[in-house]
């Protein structure tokens, strides 16, 4: 798996990002430059990132998709959805297309269930109307989508809302990833990490209204020793049980309190920057 940041330019301010600062006036890398990153990275699938993609533009945007299927690659389109929204539809269209193509999906950033809290994550004002009717538009043109609620100390709490929005608003989305927020960037240090025994019944209980309501989900971030009777759902069990090797690997470490755990060979350990922050589990 590869992931490529096309450029930092954005139509958010997520407290929750990794790129905490936009390159400015220099605007996205050409075609060149981006196609030969990937075709440097190692094989499988092509996460295409931000920044916001979708601000590159249909033509450039399917441009590099096609490139991705020659390479024999896949991709993963990360966005937020609020350009899909302000798109043509045949700008949509081509673009969700060339994705198909090459054996792609969306995976749309979707934070909350409700404006207020919306903006008060991305900062972005009529950003949550924007995603949902991207959502809505780009499903309705035919793409997969999956759905990435990163979890902070301002959603945690609103977890079963937003699997109860999902499921009333959100129909024909593939899956939805619950994914813990990472201690890096604008989200450095402690203010937005909540503790994982915090975030626990609240994450219990969404998974069981979407389990309810027939929407396929997976977590990430978390421990499945915090996920109750949702273990199996750890992504990480997977790529461990397999031998996959990546991020998670580098990004996290056992600790004294995961001796003895019964997912100990299939847990790679909280996240390091969790720790830093909390000490321990």
């Not at 991709?75 to 609020?82: G, H, K, S």
């Not at 626990?200 to 309501?213: D, G, S, V, Y």
């Not at 009777?229 to 990480?236: A, T």
Request: a positive charge; glycine letters at 8%.
């Amino acid at each position: 798996m590869a992931l490529i940041h096309l450029f930092r330019k954005c139509n958010q301010r997520c407290v929750f990002c990794s790129y905490p600062a936009e390159r400015g006036a220099d605007g996205p890398a050409s075609l060149k430059t981006w196609l030969k990153e990937i075709a440097a990275m190692p094989p499988g699938l092509v996460q295409l990132s931000g920044g916001e993609p979708l601000l590159a533009g249909a033509d450039n945007l399917c441009l590099l998709l096609a490139a991705v299927k020659k390479l024999g690659r896949s991709a993963e389109l990360q966005t937020n959805a609020l350009a899909a929204a302000e798109m043509t539809e045949e700008e949509r269209g081509r673009i969700v297309r060339a994705l198909k193509v090459a054996g792609g999906y969306f995976n749309v950033n979707f934070p909350a269930s409700n404006p207020a809290l919306d903006y008060k994550i991305t900062r972005a004002r009529g950003g949550f109307k924007k995603r949902l009717n991207g959502v809505k538009r780009l499903v309705k043109a035919g793409a997969t989508v999956r759905l990435t609620h990163v979890i902070s100390s301002l959603n945690y709490r609103d977890l079963p809302a937003f699997a109860a929005f999902a499921a009333k608003n959100l129909k024909g989305i593939a899956w939805l990833q619950f994914s813990y927020i990472k201690g890096v960037g604008r989200a450095d240090g402690a203010k937005y990490l909540p503790e994982y025994k915090a975030v626990q019944p609240f994450l219990e209980k969404a998974l069981f209204i979407c389990r309810e309501n027939k929407i396929h989900c997976e977590v990430d971030h978390i421990p499945p020793c915090f996920l109750g009777e949702f273990c199996r759902l750890n992504v990480d069990m997977v790529k461990m049980r397999d031998g996959v090797k990546g991020p998670h690997l580098e990004e996290k470490k056992r600790v004294p309190a995961c001796r003895g755990c019964r997912f100990i060979k299939l847990c790679p350990g909280p996240r390091k920057d969790y720790i830093a922050v909390h000490k321990s589990l």
